[in-house]
């Protein structure tokens, strides 16, 4: 399948050095209860739903071809996004997936909804839209382009995020290529959650690659992210052997990782890297993710799980157990 790019940020501040543009890609490997990025789970098209912009007319209702919408008192609901007859490939592209993990919030396959697109066409609000479309390379460089001046002029360039973008890796290394060709600084933001080759491959086209590490145990790993994190550690460690120039990102989750034992681990092993030690980045949490929960019928956090942004003591602390190994540590992006 073509991958697919969900949203084209312009002017991001946030996904590597200087302004960029940062191209997001579906489909993803891991279901961190907290993703802000939900939508992009899956790599297929989705249908997405604002009620705000509801004025409920019912027009998507009657045009629907497969009648797979219905208008209650409180909205428009979609039953799924997902075609029935793909349950049996989003096992096939997660095979390592935890099942019964409070992550695992794939839509129902069990509906008619085929995501044709005729219900957004039809809606006058746009309360409806479809997530997720096919780009050729000669439109999203188009795109890029128009922002080649000001990402020159503050020292920036292009981020491919996700999504995970490994999951992707004729795509993405297409991107990375013509990307190099066209002379754009190119960051890569990933949770190296893919095989050491591909690591390799992807780390060789690009400046820097931006790792995310969301905790240092496997098993608690795999209950909050559906995967654990034994090749995610591996792979990080493969990166700074080879001398490849990349930073790490921590989300900072109050009831997840940002305690006092997970941080001591992290610094440990992250100072413990071969080659000049990365830059370590705390991401406060914050629940963004929750309302595009909502858009897409699923339920954030369905098992109610504790998850608080840190407070600035509590980030202060987590700061002073990184610079304690010699780490360079920035809070935010």
Not at 94 to 117: D, M, R
Not at 235 to 246: H, K, S, T, V
Request: proline share 6%.
């Amino acid at each position: 399948m073509t991958p697919l790019v969900f949203d084209i940020k312009r002017y991001a501040i946030n996904d590597g050095p200087g302004i960029r543009t940062t191209i997001f890609l579906k489909g993803c490997p891991l279901r961190c209860v907290w993703c802000h990025n939900p939508e992009s789970w899956s790599p297929w098209r989705q249908l997405l739903y604002k009620q705000g912009r509801c004025m409920g007319c019912g027009t998507c209702v009657e045009v629907c071809p497969n009648h797979a919408l219905e208008l209650r008192r409180d909205g428009i609901h979609i039953t799924s996004s997902l075609p029935p007859t793909r349950e049996g490939e989003v096992s096939q592209l997660f095979p390592n997936s935890n099942s019964q993990s409070p992550t695992s919030n794939l839509q129902s396959s069990s509906s008619s909804c085929l995501v044709c697109g005729v219900c957004t066409e039809e809606c006058p609000t746009t309360a409806l839209e479809i997530c997720g479309r096919e780009w050729s390379m000669e439109a999203l460089m188009e795109e890029v382009e128009k922002e080649r001046e000001v990402m020159e002029d503050s020292g920036g360039g292009v981020t491919l995020c996700g999504g995970e973008p490994l999951m992707h890796p004729a795509y993405t290394l297409s991107l990375l290529r013509e990307l190099g060709r066209r002379g754009f600084h190119r960051a890569v933001d990933t949770s190296l959650y893919a095989s050491q080759k591909v690591v390799a491959d992807v780390s060789g086209e690009c400046e820097l690659m931006l790792v995310d590490l969301k905790m240092m145990d496997a098993e608690k790993h795999r209950f909050f992210c559906g995967v654990d994190n034994v090749q995610i550690l591996q792979n990080i460690r493969f990166l700074a052997d080879q001398g490849c120039r990349f930073s790490i990102r921590i989300p900072l989750i109050e009831g997840v990782n940002a305690d006092e034992g997970n941080m001591e681990q992290t610094a440990s092993f992250i100072s413990s890297l071969p080659g000049e030690p990365p830059v370590v980045h705390l991401l406060p949490y914050h629940d963004v993710g929750k309302d595009k929960h909502r858009r897409m019928g699923s339920t954030f956090n369905p098992d109610g799980l504790m998850l608080q942004v840190p407070s600035e003591e509590r980030q202060r602390q987590c700061e002073a157990i990184l610079a304690s190994q010699g780490l360079q540590v920035v809070i935010g992006g």
